[in-house]
């Protein structure tokens, strides 16, 4: 086993500057040096598409929490422990009051110290549980304990990682392109669905419809859930044309009853009603199709329910509402505060659909349904790949590969 140190022994701990100095959105400009906040890390990696600058002047005036090549950020509230390493395009850059930086020793590894904190996800989760407003303190991570084998060994471990991590990297990108490759061909074939530049007919989404309306919340909220029984989607289940049901919960079959307005059939369309919409997973506007047993499920408040007619191709109308461009409009027509967008329902009836030939819509159709099942293969090899990267992970910080290294 390698030797357990505190991590502030081996590494700096910076927090940002929280004095009157700290920028405001009045010191936010156009170009400068930036400004990182917690939605710039993203699946433990720095994410640079929507930033912030703060001009040369505000950031001479700081005396804490910037940023210098290779150095590791951490995430201290929000999501706890999100970590990623700053080594882009830029030369530094200023962190937020919610963030510090790991500056490694020379006895460390920089890449070896990321992938063990990113092993931590749980433990950083559990050191939130239970609390109104989760954060990490430096005291905490000062005092945490980890595994220091020889500088060398760690590189090993880390150049090892990295590469299992890369052909994640790699599966994730392939399955990015099967997403960009049926955008052109919608593209190609339809314009964008909100400008239309192509001129087809517009039909409003509540003239498609025989029913649209949101679910409810049971009387008793979450205190009516139950172990086992009717799944009760919420907002955290309905995705980009896909459910999630990891974080599902279920209602008894009278609560079931009592909301048998709102009880969904095969093929119902679901869109979210309220959250940010900032990004292309944000919680507003995500819908899906709900491919079940009639009157198997029921929704929450948060979630419409969407029933098309018949004649509608569901799959089509789908794509049209899940597309950037409907992004954009549907952040043109909602309403409320920044961090709690809601979608009228009267917004929702009109939303614009266009309506090409049947037989394009349909051919449309089979080109999406072929790249999904490419798209199919390729999740499963990414899966496959990470839990080769769980493994070899597992492995590194118990040892495991030092032994066989030791053996060989």
């Known amino acids: 086993m390698s030797l357990l140190v505190p991590l502030g022994s081996v590494a700096e701990l910076i927090n940002g500057d929280r004095s009157s100095n700290y920028p405001s959105g009045d010191d936010i400009v156009q170009e400068g040096i930036l400004f990182l906040n917690t939605k710039n890390i993203s699946n433990n990696r720095l994410q640079l598409d929507e930033v912030n ?17 290779n150095d590791l950020i951490i995430t201290l509230r929000g999501t706890l422990g999100s970590c990623c390493i700053f080594d882009g395009m830029y030369e530094t850059g200023f962190i937020n009051a919610q963030m510090m930086i790991i500056r490694t020793k020379e006895a460390v590894c920089e890449k070896y110290l990321l992938h063990y ?3 931590l996800n749980k ?3 559990q050191i939130g549980s239970g609390s109104a407003v989760p954060q990490l303190t430096a005291k905490q991570l000062e005092d945490m304990k980890i595994p220091l084998p020889p500088l060398e060994e760690q590189k090993r471990i880390a150049a090892i990682l990295d590469k299992a991590d890369a052909l994640c990297r790699k599966r994730e990108k392939a399955i990015a392109l099967t997403d960009n490759l049926l955008r052109s061909i919608f593209l190609d074939m339809f314009g964008d669905p909100v400008g239309n530049p192509k001129g087809w007919k517009v039909e409003q989404l509540k003239n498609l419809s025989t029913k649209i309306c949101s679910g409810s919340t049971p009387i008793g909220g979450s205190k009516v859930y139950v172990k086992q029984g009717i799944i009760f989607l919420r907002s955290q289940n309905v995705w980009r044309r896909k459910l999630e049901l990891d974080d599902v919960v279920y209602i008894d079959e009278a609560t079931h009853r009592k909301m048998n307005k709102t009880s969904l059939k095969n093929g119902d369309i679901l869109i979210t009603k309220t959250g940010r919409i900032n990004t292309e997973n944000s919680s507003l506007g995500r819908a899906s199709i709900f491919l079940g047993e009639d009157d198997s499920v029921n929704i929450n408040g948060h979630v419409y329910l969407i029933r098309l007619k018949s004649e509608a191709i569901r799959e089509f109308v789908l794509y049209i509402i899940t597309t950037i461009e409907y992004r954009d409009y549907i952040r043109s027509v909602c309403v409320g505060g920044i961090d709690k967008r809601q979608i009228n329902k009267v917004h929702l009836e009109q939303f614009p659909i266009i309506a090409p030939p049947v037989e394009a819509q349909q051919q449309f159709i089979e080109y999406m349904q072929a790249i ?8 499963k090899q990414l899966e496959l790949a990470n839990n080769m990267f769980s493994s070899l992970t597992q492995q590194a910080f118990n040892g495991e590969l030092t032994k066989q290294t030791e053996a060989a």
Do not use: A
């Open 53 to 69: 600058f703060i001009s040369h002047g505000k950031f001479d005036s700081l005396g804490r929490g910037k940023l210098q090549k």
């Open 117 to 119: 904190l990113i092993s």
């Open 123 to 125: 433990y950083f989760k």
């Open 372 to 379: 999904e099942k490419q798209k199919e293969v390729l999740n």
